[in-house]
């Protein structure tokens, strides 16, 4: 019972320490310079694109390489609906669209296993890509689209928010059945099936709420772009730059691809400043370390350390 | 009283007939064993009760009600659960959360926490595993994995239970233990249906035995009358000239 009662005591730290961490973000604006916020904005964007990847990818084993759809089917929302609609409803309908391409998505291709769902995802942002191009030029006439401002500290808010409620529906997800069916399907899918876990309907379910918070994401980082298009809102980009951040972070633990996803989107922002015409090679050179040597991510890392000690005792080979 | 009853099932694999019209029936409270040559066709005829796979003809029966058709987490809601010839277990997740999984998603009307965590519990002490719960599952032996995909599927609270070669690779000690196993899942009222090899272990639990053949059933009945049926012997020692 010793162990129960120290893992309470030390979850207890971790919560106050979360809250503490989220006290100072909230009350960031008021004292930071405003690159500061802009750069932490962009640091969350990544954060909530990571996380809510890997509540559905992470579990399962399924790499979804959607995240640039769900993520574009935000902004274009924000861009069509983002005049006549005031920004919270925006900022829902953008994660509801997503939302349901995602079941619909989800319905229609779950049943694809390891490469080929992949490889269909991929296709996806390809195909809403140049389907919207196509309708942008040939129904509406143009190619971009304009995007309403809104104030820089009410995006950061936002993306906080957004962070905030994400975090919290992770936690509670790989708390739940729901959890315990995810890892169930990434061990051994047919094994869940026959023990009454109806996979179908937890894949779609957790890959449409992974969606939603991408959504709601492209909803209100469209604003601070002013001008969109098919090729910058559905970027392939914002496909791979989850999945890299995740492994670079870890999995196994919620705050893996968080620190990820955080010092990812820093090291990419300081070498993109330092080092202009090198920045990519540096940027790709970790990249490679981190899949070689870290195959747990960062948080393995650290548990790995704190557990050396432990792990000698008990050497088991 | 009939518990499970196939009517002309039948299954292709492109032109093949891994099942060609194969009638059976299982009554409740039996232990019945489903025997045959490798590539006959036992656990094609598994699958398809347990809706891995769906038939191309044929129905099959559980308690009156057709499960053909239905979904494999429904069959197992149903009532039927099974354990797999080479074991699928969740090797990541501890030994209680496999066991959990079924209690929490296998039974048919569903359990609150409290509930599937003690029928995990009970499951889990059933077969002797209660000890090893906190294991990754992946770290038990096989034989001990085994016995896990048991308690896994006993926690969805079954009326029948299918039992893939639960003998296979086992030592003699352990095959001893593992069939006062299936005995004591049968005392619990509980049918079983079990396709195995070993030969002696079969023929001594099992009220009734159907032979299958290249898909075709060639033989039903008891122990005694399989091991003196004619077409049985030919088939599995080669016909004599």
Redesign the interface.
């Known amino acids: 019972m010793d162990i129960s009662t120290l893992t309470s005591k030390r979850s207890l730290i971790s919560e106050s320490i979360i809250l503490i961490i989220f006290i100072l973000l909230a009350i960031l604006p008021l004292y930071a310079p405003r690159y500061t916020v802009i750069l932490l904005t962009s640091i969350f964007m990544y954060v909530v694109l990571t996380v809510s990847w890997v509540i559905f990818s992470g579990p399962t084993g399924y790499i979804s390489l959607a995240p640039a759809a769900f993520f574009g089917v935000g902004i274009y929302t924000s861009a069509i609906l983002g005049k006549i609609l005031p920004l919270p409803i925006v900022i829902c309908f953008g994660a509801l669209a997503s939302f349901c391409l995602a079941l619909l998505v989800g319905a229609l291709t779950l049943r694809l296993r390891g490469i080929y769902f992949a490889i269909f995802t991929f296709g996806l942002v390809e195909f809403i890509r140049h389907l919207l191009l196509f309708l942008e030029l040939t129904v509406t006439g143009r190619r971009g689209r304009l995007v309403i401002l809104v104030d820089q500290t009410i995006v950061y808010y936002v993306m906080l928010a957004i962070f905030a409620i994400l975090l919290l529906t992770s936690y509670f997800i790989r708390r739940s059945k729901l959890g315990l069916a995810l890892q169930s399907i990434g061990q051994n899918e047919d094994a869940a099936a026959h023990t009454g876990v109806n996979v179908t309907m937890v894949k779609v379910i957790t890959f449409a709420i992974s969606a939603f918070f991408m959504g709601a994401t492209g909803a209100i980082m469209a604003t601070r772009w002013t001008y969109i298009d098919p090729y910058t809102a559905f970027n392939p980009l914002y496909s791979f730059m989850p999945v890299l951040m995740a492994i670079f972070g870890g999995m196994g633990q919620l705050f893996g691809p968080v620190i990820g996803a955080a010092i990812f989107t820093y090291l990419e922002e300081v070498l993109l400043t330092r080092f202009p015409y090198y920045y990519m090679l540096i940027f790709g050179i970790i990249l490679v370390v981190a899949i070689l040597y870290l195959p747990g991510g960062l948080v393995g890392l650290a548990q790995k350390w704190r557990k050396g000690d432990l792990a000698e005792q008990h050497a088991n080979p | 009283m009939r518990i499970l009853e196939g009517k002309g099932v039948t299954k292709y694999f492109g032109g093949l007939a891994a099942i060609s019209n194969v009638d059976f029936e299982v009554d409740r409270g039996e232990i019945v064993g489903l025997i045959g040559p490798n590539g006959a066709g036992k656990t094609t005829l598994f699958n398809l009760i ?1 809706a ?1 796979l769906s038939l191309n003809s044929g129905e099959i029966r559980f308690k009156g009600e057709k499960i053909s058709g239905l ?3 429904q ?3 149903a009532g039927v ?2 354990t ?1 010839q080479s074991v ?6 501890p030994v209680f ?1 496999n066991v ?3 209690a ?4 048919s009307t569903g359990m609150s ?1 409290p509930d599937a965590t003690r029928e995990a519990m009970e499951s889990l002490e059933f077969v002797g595993l209660s000890a090893a719960r906190a294991t990754p599952a992946k770290d038990l032996t096989l034989a001990n994995q085994k016995r896990l995909e048991v308690a ?2 006993l926690a ?1 609270k079954p009326e029948l239970l299918l039992l893939d070669e639960l003998i296979a690779g086992l030592n003699p000690a352990e095959t001893t233990e593992a069939m006062e196993l299936v005995t004591k899942i049968r005392d619990k009222g509980i049918t079983i249906f079990m396709i195995e090899h070993v030969m002696k272990a079969i023929m001594s639990i099992c009220d009734r035995i159907i032979v299958l053949h290249h898909g075709e059933k060639i033989a039903e009945g008891t122990p005694q009358e399989i091991t003196s049926n004619q077409t049985v012997i030919e088939v599995y020692l080669g016909k004599s000239s």
């Open positions: 347990s891995a979904k494999p987490h069959v197992c809601r659960a099974r797999f699928k277990i969740f090797g990541n997740i959360g959990l999984l079924g929490l998603f296998g039974t926490s896994r599927a969805t």
